[in-house]
């Protein structure tokens, strides 16, 4: 884990929301663009491309990947194996949990859904100089890290995360 470092000038942070709410913004364009001509939801496409990326979960993992209630997915995952896209098998190691696994329906979707992302973000990344890239990369990579482990921090018994 990162170690903190000192305290931040206000308006950087400032500034730095303010770049990220257009990030937001332009990721949700995209999401949406993104499951609406793939015919699934977002929900449902985060579930397809976690599967497709782990070949196998229980809705306890994906759970605690997508910060999400076990109810609330499990409605999710029960509609998508209706649809053909996702398999529940019976897990023989612990019978009270399923593993889930994309069907060749889900693998099909997710590829598709994986070349139209890989040619968005090719297209995105053609404008951006090569040796910044991979900064880009780091940058997002320590973002994600720092945000999940706060996200957990705050889930846990105390509830006490800092902020």
Request: one cysteine or more.
């Amino acid at each position: 884990m990162l170690q903190r470092n000192s305290k931040i000038d206000r308006s950087f942070i400032n500034s730095l929301r303010s770049k990220l709410r257009i990030l937001e913004r332009e990721m949700d364009f995209r999401l949406k663009d993104e499951t609406v001509c793939c015919g699934v939801t977002l929900p449902q496409c985060h579930i397809i491309l976690e599967l497709a990326e782990k070949k196998e979960s229980t809705v306890k993992e994906l759970s605690e990947t997508f910060g999400l209630d076990k109810s609330t997915l499990s409605r999710t995952i029960d509609s998508m194996v209706e649809t053909g896209y996702i398999n529940r098998a019976e897990n023989k190691e612990d019978r009270r949990f399923f593993k889930l696994s994309l069907t060749r329906m889900g693998i099909d979707k997710a590829a598709y859904i994986n070349s139209r992302c890989n040619k968005y973000y090719e297209q995105v990344l053609s404008d951006i100089p090569e040796e910044k890239r991979k900064m880009i990369f780091e940058s997002i990579t320590i973002l994600n890290e720092i945000m999940v482990n706060l996200r957990n921090c705050c889930t846990t018994e105390s509830g006490k995360c800092g902020v």
